[in-house]
């Protein structure tokens, strides 16, 4: 798939991203009940009842497990200035919880937002209060956020079949959204029309108490699938067992050139935490954003077609801890939003990779009252369900030719000017010493992955 116009799967999480849930409860008038397991092609039938003159879920047969989806339109919303400062507030924010310290890390703001978008329109009280806190919006708010990134991101896709020399390139972001859930577990109507509307999520079924381990196995299957085999395990042994009643998963594959590809160049010595290391550089010289703030300058390096594009921030020479330190949201809009102008970048290619266990940081963020807390919106009660745990993992490839990168998460629930008529003369940046980079669409500059290389050959 090559447009995210239409996310074809129900996840709670972005790039990949699980919600792991304990429990079961009576029917209640409004739920939907799924039954149906399966292997290779997979079979199931869905039941539901309510009221309103919606139709029930439609259940459908996709991979290895059967999937229920509500039949609602997605939700139409517009970019606005809050927008844009609420996705790079909680992308930076996320960032320092999540990866402290100044080894090689990246994550995706964008799927673990997905995730707890979708966990936000179960949580109910003190964690509800919490979630709208530490996201920045309750959880309409945040889904008219992400729809507006897809929006712009499909458009992107679309734009971005040939590079600035004219050749034919691909360019490919891939989201999946789903919910998997235990078959007996009676989820209200309005929850699934909900995941439906905000994301374009189903929900899958399968047997975790019978078999807990196959559950995980299909679950990862589908993960890696969706990221082309670049997240082959999201979830570790152990993380599922008989009493998990759902798991809310994201997924999210990124493939894109640069708008002009980059070449080969010389070594530099890389100023790396712990001492200088040999790398070596690829150079391009062209039309990109340059903007500069205290301490640091940033380049905007374009995907083809424009609608994509990595920023690069680069601190001073010694300044790097006092600019990580102050960063904020605005530091994000301001970096990448600079002057067009002639640029000759040097930069390491590089890769990276990064898991996280999220519980930690979201307590420390002020989302401690999610765990644990009234997730009644999924049955109707609030002994059913509770979010034990969130998983993320990202990874990234970055080389002359361009990027690919994938993410997933998981909430595990147990019960500028142009440059002028003269010969320009380009703006030079090496980077040759501990840097920030996010890639992100260019209308809503959504950050869809944020990441600190200090070793390139780390």
């Known amino acids: 798939m090559t447009s995210m116009g239409r996310r074809q799967f129900l996840t709670i999480g972005s790039l990949a991203a699980a919600v792991l849930a304990a429990g079961c409860a009576p029917r ?20 539901g009842t309510g009221t309103g003159t919606r139709t029930d879920p ?97 458009a992107a896709v679309i734009a971005g079949t040939v590079n600035a020399a004219g050749a034919s390139v691909d360019t490919v972001v891939d989201p999946a959204n789903s919910l998997f859930a235990h078959g007996d577990l009676r989820v ?6 909900q995941l439906a509307a905000g994301y374009d999520a189903g929900l899958r079924t399968c047997d975790f108490a019978a078999d807990s381990e196959r559950c995980r196995a299909l679950i990862n299957e589908w993960v890696s699938d969706r990221t082309h085999e670049l997240i082959p395990q999201l979830l570790p042994a152990g993380s599922v067992d008989a009493g998990t009643r759902m798991v809310l998963v994201n997924a999210l594959y990124l493939s894109a050139a640069w708008d002009k590809e980059f070449t080969k160049g010389s070594r530099v010595d890389f100023a790396a935490p712990g001492g200088p290391v040999s790398v070596p550089l690829m150079g391009s010289t062209g039309t990109m954003m340059h903007a500069s703030g205290y301490g640091w300058q940033s380049v905007t390096v374009p995907y083809a077609g424009g609608g994509l ?19 904020k949201g605005g530091v994000l809009g301001a970096a990448a939003n600079g002057a ?92 040759d010493r501990p840097f920030l980079y996010w890639i992100h669409d260019t209308v809503t500059g959504c950050p869809l992955f944020l990441g600190r290389v200090s070793d390139p050959t780390g």
């Not at 999540?98 to 964690?127: K, Q």
């Not at 209200?188 to 029309?193: G, I």
């Not at 594009?309 to 960063?327: F, N, R, S």
């Not at 979201?362 to 109707?380: E, K, Q, W």
């Open 28 to 47: 209640l008038p409004g739920t939907a009940t799924i039954q149906g397991t399966g292997t290779g092609t997979g079979t199931g039938t869905g039941t």
């Open 58 to 154: 439609t259940p459908v047969t996709a991979g290895a497990i059967s999937e229920l989806r509500a039949d609602v339109a997605r939700r139409s919303a517009g970019v606005s200035p809050a927008a844009r400062a609420g996705l790079a507030d909680w992308a930076v924010r996320l960032f320092l919880a999540a990866a402290p310290g100044t080894d090689n890390a990246v994550i995706s703001p964008y799927s673990v937002l997905a995730a707890l978008g979708m966990t936000g329109y179960a949580a109910r009280g003190a964690a509800a209060a919490a979630m709208t806190s530490v996201l920045g919006g309750d959880p309409d708010t945040v889904a008219d956020w992400l729809t507006a990134v897809d929006a712009s991101v499909a």
């Open 188 to 193: 209200r109507q309005e929850f699934l029309d």
């Open 309 to 327: 594009a990595m920023t690069i921030l680069l601190p001073d020479a010694g300044a790097y801890d006092k600019v990580v330190g102050g960063l």
């Open 340 to 431: 067009h102008t002639l640029v000759a970048l040097r930069m390491p290619a590089f890769s990276s990779a990064t898991s996280v266990d999220m519980n930690a940081a979201l307590t420390a963020m002020g989302m401690g009252p999610m765990f644990g807390g009234d997730m009644s919106g999924v049955t109707g009660s609030g002994a059913d369900v509770t979010i034990g745990a969130v998983i993320h993992q990202a990874k990234i490839d970055v080389d002359e030719h361009g990027t690919k990168a994938a993410a997933a998460t998981a909430v595990i629930a147990p019960a500028g000017a142009a440059p002028g008529s003269q010969e320009p003369v380009p703006i030079e940046v090496t980077v």
